[in-house]
């Protein structure tokens, strides 16, 4: 079970403690496997990880959707320890988006589906 901590002095009028952020064990062990397997992934399909990458974001080969040309499907180490999938942009910027969404307007148009439509889940709002 995690800790309560407060990470910020509690509003007077709530006084709100949150829990803290440290990963439990079972969490850490299970992140770990997650980045270990997406590595043996990228070793399997001769996928290097580019030596300009963002400290802490690692190439997830397991996500196929198409996205535009030069950007890559990755997951970011947060400061938690979790992962959190985000999208690697090329260079020289490489910009990083947490949401397909961002990513969207940020090329200027919507990432189709190579099934067809958009890569939307059906009845979620575009």
């Not at 997406?38 to 690692?58: A, S």
């Not at 990083?96 to 307007?105: I, N, Q, S, Y």
């Amino acid at each position: 079970e995690g800790t309560c901590s407060l990470l910020a002095p509690p509003h007077p009028c709530f006084g709100i403690m949150v829990k803290s952020a440290k990963l439990s064990p079972s969490e850490a062990k299970r992140v770990q496997k997650e980045i270990a397997q997406m590595q043996e992934h990228c070793r399997m399909l001769k996928l290097q990880q580019p030596d300009d990458w963002p400290q802490g974001f690692y190439v997830n080969p397991r996500c196929t959707a198409p996205l535009p040309e030069g950007w890559s499907h990755a997951k970011k180490t947060t400061a938690s320890g979790r992962l959190q999938p985000c999208f690697v942009g090329p260079r020289p910027a490489r910009k990083v988006f947490f949401h397909k969404d961002a990513l969207e307007k940020h090329v200027g148009h919507t990432i189709k589906s190579p099934w067809g439509g958009s890569t939307k889940k059906a009845g979620q709002k575009r």
